[in-house]
């Protein structure tokens, strides 16, 4: 009950932020506009209204997820209503697992409304349903559910600004996880090799929830190999937020 009470809060909070609502509003106005680009173009119309939307549901969920992510824990200390909440009877780890599920639930009903007018747009502009595209969404979902708890970790020690800078970089190198590997096989010095690959080990794989291109080309969806990526993405989670906890609870607040 302290979880969801917390939570709750937490996802009031979020959707009465004027950030939230401006990044909302023009992620949602540049998925409609995919449909007038789709209209200049010829033959192409579905492919771009599907390439834009999800492009488009992913990049602008990242930045609610950072966002409000990095300003989870500091927007407590700093109002100082962190002294408050650790005087009742709740565990730190409450805390923090509440701040976390309110957020998340924030994404849920933002990217959820996104990915939704993506599916009718690609909808009305194909003339025929896509479940692709959810299934899409649903995998970068758990995309950002992962990028949320990187900014919540980072958001127990550091200030609004390098939490934003460091959980941008976590993403951008996690989306190019790939490439790091194959870079990695180029390099000729066996020490480099090795740091390159413990970073691919250490950061999270985030380019493996991006099966948007599989989409586009009709590519069948694996059940099975969807289920170990969100498995995957799941256990991330799980170890990010035993990170942010064990940092909160020796953070000292008097």
Known sequence: MRVAAIALNTFREAVRDRILYSI???ALLLIGASVILAGLSIGQESRIVK?????????????????????LVFKE?????IYAIIAKPIHRYQFILGKYVGLVLTLAVTVGVMALLVFLLAWLVDGRPAPGLLAAAGLDFVALMIVT?????????????????????????????????????QVPSPGVRAVIRGIYLILPDLGRFQIGSRVLHDLPLLPANMLA?????????????????????RRDFK
Do not use: K
């Open 24 to 26: 909302l509003a023009f």
């Open 229 to 249: 990526t969100s498995a995957y993405g799941l256990s991330y989670i799980l170890l990010l937020l035993l990170l942010a906890v064990s940092v909160f609870q």
């Open 77 to 81: 200390i700093d109002r100082r209503t």
């Open 149 to 185: 708890a990187v900014a919540l970790l980072f958001s127990t020690f550091s200030t609004p600004t390098l939490s934003a800078m460091l959980t941008l970089a976590t993403y951008v190198i996690g989306r190019l996880s790939g490439d790091l590997v194959l870079f990695a096989e």
């Open 51 to 71: 390439d834009l939307g999800l492009a488009s549901t992913s990049l602008f969920g990242t930045f609610i997820a950072i966002f409000l992510g990095i300003g």
